[in-house]
């Protein structure tokens, strides 16, 4: 390893991050006081699962024929939000956006942490978790849900290595710098690391790879989570244009939370350096893209089931406009569209705060849009059976908060194992090591 | 093969419910109160709707149960094939297999498809009244009308133990057997001369939301003609 000022691993280097370093290596009283208060709300979600699999489904509010409700919310929402890591860290690798380089590694922990909620979800909602396998023993290919096991699935595997391998350098460089029980993780995670000419090498071209690989797999996600519901003729489900819709809607909320993330993680280890404004300012420009293509495809879905004026259709549209779930779609409407716009289109307002302020708009928007997809279609059947109004009960709200406890530890957890911060890609590739005969050997994203 | 199907004629239909309760006694359907009716708990396989039908006045009281349809949109979506129509056109459920993820009862447009949300009780006075020949299915799992299915194995079991075929009186689900108006009928639509097969090639029958493309084999005569 070479110590040249600089380089990677260099002690110059280390001295240089010592902000990203010192908040894996320390564990500090506040950061024990939010894993205790997470932790609480995770063994309380644990209370409230084992008394539903004790009691069954019953332990919820749903009832014919609101068959789905906050656990199918939740799955779409968690699904989507994994949308921000993988598909925009490589989205930005591939158009060469070179201010991406601090944030990617925050974005793509999201993905895969999240995913784990996702699937979790559904798992949740199953009466019979304990059958969960017969998916794979007596899989049925025609069921849209199948499409989501094997689509998420290869997701989470092509998101973890995407994951993993722009970690191994800066795992190595761990490695070089603990002792103990830290070592022996980073040395066998660093899968043998030097940093010689070839690893380089390998590790642009496996990069390059997946930075292509994901996306199609990013969007084929969102696409079947869309047709669980569009593949049947439920008014208001039945959309073609569902499977676009949601993956806009993906990585809307996706945007929003990575920012979220970033804000606190930026103010908590004190990233300033790392997380600028010029960041904020260019993720709060992608958000507002997306806030108004979001207005753009909801106008388009909503005023052809208006025009359409078909009875179904609209009795689903009026419950949605003027009826009973009137409040979840105008605050939707508010958080997901009017409030991010107002504050990303003026660049006086688009600061760290105002993105702050929009990004929590936007995740509350996107969850209610998620709510008022499932219910209110499920709320007004075809058929005139005897409905009810659905409110989710004290075990789907504890495993909710659970869920979103249980993903904040983890990713707690992440920051105390991994540099938050993708640290070699911040750094020059050391000259040394860059064969002469070979220039284009040399890691082109690297400069 | 037969191709089970059942005709209810709406004009002689008298919204009695005997089909209600004969359905809930003989497939073992738990005990249901007005307080789990409110939360959509109800566990019944057939009740009746108020259905908006064309050329009528006002709803019209409609027997509602699975349509056994011959297109179903339940078994497509199912992940585990725990829902499929089998050769004689009966739309089976294989609740051991089922994961109770309710996709089907959510494609369903008759939202006929019924849920196990808790295991099911009966009060004490009701639980030695089971009937054996149908089992009793654990919380967690889907069910729906079988057209009383298990009648069909027995009957199908006593025919070929007299050495005989299959009669059409051999064979009726319970709420056909129960009708003390004779609004249902009950039978092989694939037989030119049974009565459902002539009934559902009348003026009067009508299939409920045919045009969605189920293809029911449950056949609907119109009142007031």
């Not at chain 1, 998916?135 to 689509?151: G, K």
């Not at chain 2, 239909?13 to 939360?39: I, M, R, Y």
């Amino acid at each position: 390893m070479s110590d040249s000022p600089g380089s990677p691993g260099s002690n110059d280097s280390n001295a240089t991050h010592a902000p990203v370093i010192n908040a894996i290596l320390t564990v500090g009283p506040s950061f024990r006081r939010w894993a205790a208060a997470l932790a609480a709300v995770i063994v309380w979600a644990g209370i409230a699962w084992t008394w539903q699999l004790y009691h069954g489904l019953g332990a919820t509010h749903l009832g014919r024929p609101i068959y789905w409700g906050l656990y199918i919310t939740n799955f779409v929402f968690f699904i989507g939000v994994s949308h921000a890591g993988t598909l925009i860290s490589a989205i930005l690798r591939i158009v060469q956006a070179e201010w991406r380089r601090p944030i990617t590694r925050m974005a793509e922990v999201i993905t895969v942490l999240v995913l784990f909620f996702g699937v979790g979800n559904v798992l949740l909602d199953l009466g019979r978790p304990d059958r969960a396998l017969n998916v794979l023993l007596h899989p049925h290919l025609r069921s849209p849900l199948l499409w989501d096991v094997s689509s998420i699935t290869v997701y989470l595997t092509a998101s973890s290595i995407y994951l993993f391998i722009p970690l191994i350098p800066d795992i190595a460089r761990m490695r070089d710098l603990t002792t103990g029980w830290r070592h022996k993780l980073y040395s066998r995670l660093s899968l043998g690391w030097t940093g010689t000419p070839q690893q380089w090498h390998r590790l642009e071209r496996a990069i390059g790879f997946m930075a292509i690989l994901v996306i199609p797999i990013a969007v084929s996600v969102h696409t079947v989570v869309s047709w669980v519901f569009a593949m049947t003729i439920q008014p208001m489900w039945h959309s073609t244009i569902f499977g676009p819709y949601f993956v806009v809607g993906a990585i809307f909320s996706g945007i929003a939370a990575i920012i979220t993330a970033m804000v606190i993680v930026r103010k908590v280890y004190g990233l300033e350096r790392y997380l600028t404004e010029e960041h904020f300012n260019n993720l709060g420009l992608l958000l507002l893209v997306m806030a108004c293509l979001w207005f753009y495809f909801t106008f388009a879905e909503y005023l052809t089931t208006w025009y359409g004026h078909e009875p179904r259709e609209l009795a689903v549209f009026n419950s949605k406009i003027s009826g009973p779930f009137a409040p979840f779609f105008w605050t939707m409407f508010i958080c997901c569209f009017v409030v991010p716009f107002t504050i990303l289109a003026n660049p006086h307002t688009r600061t760290i705060k105002g993105t702050l302020i929009a990004s929590i708009f936007v995740n509350i928007g996107m969850w209610l849009e998620r709510f008022t997809i499932v219910v209110p279609s499920l709320s007004n059947p075809r058929a005139p059976v005897m409905t009810f109004g659905y409110w989710p009960s004290w075990v789907e709200w504890s495993l909710m908060a659970g869920c979103f406890a249980a993903f904040a530890l983890l990713y707690m957890g992440f920051t105390k194992l991994f540099p938050i911060v993708s640290l070699w890609e911040l750094e020059p590739v050391p000259e040394a090591h860059a064969p002469a005969a070979a220039p284009t050997l040399q890691p082109a994203e690297a400069s | 093969m037969a191709r089970w199907g059942l005709v209810i004629d709406l004009d002689r239909c008298t919204g009695c419910q005997a089909c209600v309760v004969a359905c809930k006694h003989e497939n073992n359907l738990p005990f249901s109160t007005p307080e789990t009716a409110d939360v959509g708990r109800m566990m019944t396989w057939i009740g009746l709707v108020n259905a908006e039908l064309p050329g009528r006045p006002g709803p019209s009281a409609l027997p509602l149960m699975c349509q056994q349809c011959d297109r179903p949109p339940c078994t497509d979506v199912c992940p585990t094939s725990a829902t499929y129509l089998n050769p004689e056109g009966i739309v089976a459920q294989i609740y051991p297999r089922c994961i109770g993820c309710r996709y089907c009862t959510n494609a369903c447009p008759y939202a006929v498809k019924i849920f196990n949300w808790t295991t099911p009780e009966w009060p004490e006075s009701m639980a030695e009244m089971h009937n054996p020949d149908v089992s009793q299915r654990p919380k967690g799992v889907v069910e729906k009308c079988t057209f009383c299915h298990h009648r069909l194995i027995t009957a199908r079991e006593k025919a070929r133990a007299a050495g005989r075929d299959l009669a059409p009186e051999d064979y009726v689900p319970a709420c056909v057997q129960i009708c003390p108006a004779e609004a249902m009928v009950f039978g092989d639509l694939s037989d030119p001369h049974s009565d459902v097969a002539a009934l559902a090639g009348g003026p009067r029958a009508f299939r409920w939301m045919e045009e969605l493309g189920t293809q029911p084999k449950v056949i609907y005569l119109r009142e007031g003609e």
